[in-house]
């Protein structure tokens, strides 16, 4: 079955850390970006960031960008997020998303594939 | 980075009926590089069309887009009261992607 699962979500505090994972199956996850998506309770869609097959390029929204760290590991069919100096308007629903490029370059296209996502709460 | 609004924000229609969702953006979309999406209550968001006008697979002939530059439309037509949910439009072809923020329609 092709699918992502995340996982990692829970409780943090502001100021802390936290660490998402995402494993995809039934297909070849070192060929295709992937991103992480965000939803607070009750908002819309909000794009963390993304990388591309290789991690040549990451890119990140202005929210998060030197707070947190995308990276993948294919030989796992992996992709995290790493979070750092965690806010309370971090609190979310985080999916794992793949692009539909496969070996893409420098840009990003729309996405075909989403997990079920991942809720991280930030609060004292 | 280009902003895209959507509207109306919420939307009621009656079963049978059809809707047509509007997405605006900031600047010109070049090459069409719009798509949009259905979230229903509970679930992860799920691909509807891509190239502003391409169904994804597995999309029934009732959802259609259209519209170039900066106005977008995405029309369902046959509304049933499994079409509630809400839309977001994404423009993609960037390294930084954006969403708009969504019109929660209600059949």
């Known amino acids: 079955e092709v699918q992502l699962v995340e996982s990692g979500g829970g409780l943090a505090q502001p100021g802390g850390s936290r660490r998402l994972s995402c494993v995809g199956s039934g297909f070849p996850f070192d060929e295709y970006a992937m991103h992480w998506v965000r939803q607070s309770p009750g908002k819309g869609l909000e794009w963390v960031g993304g990388?591309?097959?290789?991690?040549?390029?990451?890119d990140y929204a202005e929210s998060v960008k030197g707070r947190f760290t995308i990276s993948r590991d294919n030989a796992k069919n992996s992709l995290y997020l790493q979070m750092t100096s965690l806010r309370v308007e971090d609190t979310a629903l985080y999916y794992c998303?793949?692009?539909?490029?496969?070996?893409?370059?420098?840009?990003?296209?729309?996405?075909?594939?989403w997990g079920k996502g991942t809720t991280v709460t930030v609060s004292s | 980075e280009i902003v895209l609004t959507q509207s109306p924000a919420t939307l009621s229609v009656s079963p049978g009926e059809r809707a047509t969702l509007s997405c605006r953006a900031s600047q010109g979309i070049v090459d069409s590089q719009l798509a949009w999406y259905q979230q229903k209550p509970g679930q992860a968001p799920r691909l509807l069309i891509h190239?502003?006008?391409t169904r994804a697979t597995g999309i029934p002939d009732k959802f259609s887009g259209g519209g170039s530059g900066t106005d977008f439309t995405l029309t369902i037509s046959r509304l049933e009261p499994a079409d509630t949910a809400v839309y977001y439009c994404q423009h993609y072809g960037t390294s930084l992607l954006t969403f708009g923020g969504g019109t929660r329609m209600e059949i």
């Open positions: 998303v793949r692009d539909m490029a496969r070996f893409s370059g420098l840009h990003y296209y729309y996405m075909d594939l």
């Open positions: 190239g502003a006008s």
């Open positions: 990388l591309i097959w290789n991690s040549r390029y990451i």
